[in-house]
């Protein structure tokens, strides 16, 4: 007993001695620590669900989608080399040619799906003999943040097949192998929240409403009801006298064949609805109502969707600008940035990835009327409008 106490001290005074000194270090950092396993998170449902009842079954989600998706992937890249725009350059290579498989659009969209879908998208950068030679966009259901013992994030877990890869974020080659793609998340640090999520109650609305409305279709177009039996010395209906009624209703009067079929009531029945009926439920305008809430969380107008009833823009034009201004180019000049910060140091140099915004049609009538502004500008010399427009001095 004496020996093992003897140990048990001497044990104690070996960790205090390897204990270290104090160092500084971030007052947060106690707050932040994270000591679980790294693993996604999701508010309410998985990615899977929201990716099937979303983008997979409901028509204004997956159009939402489809058009920001479409429209930032088109967006053509831009690199600027110590302050002056490069016409070719092998950073723009690598994003028109990302893999063998995909195309730079391509790529692009699906990150951006991704990332509308769930609130998070993952690239891969693949290097070989210390440069970057492919890009590969990963499943963010699959990937997990692991962090360190300060809450950063120092690697992530991707899992598939029953078997998973670790990407080490540090020493790893030119660049961290992996970018993370995340929306604002107010109470997650790692994982981002998607546009889905916040129109969640309006979703399964939506979803619901249709349910709804083909199973009244199948019913014969006929709301709920019951069938009361009111003879005159009050009895019932006896075992057989029920079983063939329901048999008869069944056979004859459900389904869509038997639409509008009258129904022939005798015998002390009376018909008596047990629901309301879709007027009185005002069904359209709450399906459009929902459909309204879907594509104002995409950050998509709903007149650009066909949707009746909203007036919020003078005309489809109106609409189709502001889509482009505060959805499309927000979501490409965040997504450059962070692009432009991760693949860089890989290409040497004083390097800015932007987006090529004169390709943009829907903005041309906006860009002449600047233009014309800048052009009368008598105050200025010809570099500085050209400045003003987003050129380079000239030449010689």
Known sequence: MLRWLRERRAAGAARSASVPAEAKASRTGAIL?????????WTSRSYAALARAGYMRN???????????????????????????????????????PNPRLAGGALMEAA?????LSGNAYLEAVAIDGAVRELHVLRPDRMAVVPDADGWPAAYEYAANGRSVRFEQEGGGPVPPILHL???????????FAPIDAAQASLDLHNQAGAWNKALLDNAARPSGALVYQAKD???LSETQFERLKAE??????????????????GGLAWQAMSHSPREMDYLEAKNNA???IALAFGVPPMLLGIPGDNTYANYREANLAFWRQTVLPLAGRTAQALGRWLAPAFGGDLRLWYDVDEVEALSAEREAVWRRVKGADFLSEDEKRAAVGYGPREG
Request: charged content about 20%; proline content about 7%; some cysteine.
């Open 234 to 236: 009050g009895g019932n």
């Open 112 to 116: 951006y799906g991704h990332l509308l």
């Open 59 to 97: 028509p204004v989600a997956y159009r939402c989608v489809r058009m920001v998706a479409e429209a930032a992937a088109a967006l053509p890249w831009l690199v600027y080399e110590s302050g002056r725009e490069a016409g070719e350059h092998p950073l723009l290579a690598l994003l028109d040619r």
């Open 33 to 41: 620590a994270l000591h679980g396993a790294g693993r996604p998170v």
């Open 291 to 293: 459909a309204r809430e």
């Open 249 to 266: 209703l069944e056979a004859n009067f459900q389904g869509a064949a038997n639409a509008g079929r009258p129904l022939l009531l005798e």
């Open 182 to 192: 995340a929306q604002f998340h107010p109470l997650d640090d790692h994982y981002g």
